[in-house]
C-alpha cells in the first residue's frame, strides 16, 4: 500500500501557466519511482483551476510531510516568477455527499470518491481516487419591476451618488465578485472608510500634538529621518482615527441592528475582525463568514442614507 497527496490552487482569470499537455512533472527522483506534477481536466494553458499531486510514499505520514514541504517550494517559485495562487486555505469546503451516494459511486467505478476540497489531502494510492464536489453557486435574482422602480426613486431624487459614495458603491460591488471570504469582507470595511470623514481632534488635543512635534524636531539625540518620521506620523494625529471617524459614521444608522448589534458596536466588532486580519492575527475563518451578510447590509444602510 502507497499514498500520495494533492493540493488544489486557483490562478486569478488572468494569469496561466503556458503548458499544452494536462500534465506537467514538477520533480522526480533519480530513479523515477516517486514525483510531484501539475495537472489539471485540460490543457494546463487553459486552467485556472488546478492540483499538485505527488507521490507514492510507503506511509500516509510521509505523503502529508511531504505535501507541506512541496506547499512551500512551490509558493516560493510562484513569487520568483510572479505567478499569484489561491491555495483555498480560508476557503469554505466544497461540500460533502452523503454515505449511500458514495458507496454507489465506488461500487459503479470502483474507485474511492475523495473531495474535491482545497487544503492537503492525502489518499491511497490504489485504487486512484475520483474527485468531486457538491457545491452549487447562488444566484440573487432581483425583479425587473424592483429594479425600475429603485431606477425611478433615483432620478426623482435629488443627485446620484457623489465621488466619496461612488468609490464606496465600487468597491462594495467589486467583493461581490470575490470568492474569497477574507476578500469580500476586507473589500467591504475598505468601502466603510471610503464613506468616513475624519475631522480634526478638539483645540487641546491638537495643541498638545504641536507641542509633542516641536520637542520631536529639536530632539538631536534622534537620527534626521527618525525625527521626520515620527513628526509625520505626530501630525497625522490631529484629524480622528479611522476607528473614531467610522464610530460617528455607523451612528448616522439609528436603531438598526446588525448581528443583535446596534451600528457603533457593530462597526467596531468589523474593525476588530480587519486588525486582526491586516495583522497577521488569523481570524477564525466562522467569525469572517458569520460576519458577511451583516456587514454587507451595513454597507448598504450607509449608501442609503448618506446625501
Not at 458507496?103 to 470518491?113: D, N, S
Not at 457538491?134 to 431624487?157: E, F, H, L, N, R
Amino acid at each position: 500500500m502507497t499514498f500520495h497527496f494533492r493540493m488544489r490552487f486557483t490562478l486569478p482569470i488572468d494569469h496561466r501557466i503556458e503548458h499544452l499537455g494536462a500534465e506537467l512533472t514538477l520533480w522526480s527522483s533519480q530513479d523515477e519511482s516517486c514525483r510531484v506534477w501539475l495537472k489539471a481536466d485540460g490543457p494546463i494553458k487553459d486552467a485556472t483551476e488546478l492540483a499538485v499531486y505527488g507521490g507514492p510514499y510507503e506511509e500516509e505520514s510521509g505523503a502529508e510531510s511531504a505535501g507541506r514541504e512541496w506547499r512551500g517550494r512551490i509558493e516560493r517559485a510562484f513569487v520568483v516568477i510572479g505567478l499569484p495562487a489561491d491555495f483555498g486555505d480560508r476557503r469554505r469546503s466544497t461540500g460533502s455527499f452523503g454515505p449511500t451516494l458514495r458507496t454507489a459511486i465506488t461500487q459503479q467505478t470502483g474507485r474511492p470518491l475523495v473531495m474535491n476540497d482545497y487544503g492537503l489531502i492525502t489518499f491511497n494510492s490504489s485504487p486512484w481516487p475520483l474527485f468531486g464536489s457538491s457545491t452549487a453557486d447562488a444566484t440573487i435574482g432581483k425583479p425587473g419591476p424592483k429594479v425600475t422602480d429603485a431606477i425611478s426613486s433615483a432620478v426623482a431624487g435629488a443627485s446620484g451618488l457623489d465621488q466619496k459614495q461612488s468609490l464606496a458603491y465600487s468597491l462594495f460591488s467589486t467583493a461581490e465578485f470575490q470568492h474569497s471570504p477574507d476578500a469580500r469582507f476586507l473589500l467591504y470595511t475598505t468601502a466603510i472608510e471610503a464613506l468616513s470623514s475624519r475631522g480634526p481632534r478638539s483645540d487641546v488635543a491638537r495643541q498638545h500634538i504641536e507641542q509633542l512635534i516641536e520637542r520631536t524636531k529639536h530632539n538631536r539625540a534622534l537620527a534626521p529621518r527618525e525625527r521626520e518620521s515620527i513628526c509625520s506620523s505626530l501630525s497625522g494625529l490631529q484629524v480622528e482615527s479611522i476607528s473614531q471617524a467610522g464610530r460617528k459614521l455607523a451612528s448616522s444608522l439609528g436603531q438598526r441592528k446588525y448581528m443583535g448589534q446596534d451600528p457603533v458596536t457593530f462597526f467596531t466588532h468589523c474593525y476588530k475582525l480587519r486588525s486582526k486580519l491586516t495583522h497577521g492575527s488569523n481570524p477564525p475563518l466562522a467569525d469572517i463568514q458569520e460576519t458577511l451578510p451583516a456587514i454587507r447590509r451595513f454597507v448598504l444602510d450607509l449608501l442609503a442614507v448618506i446625501r
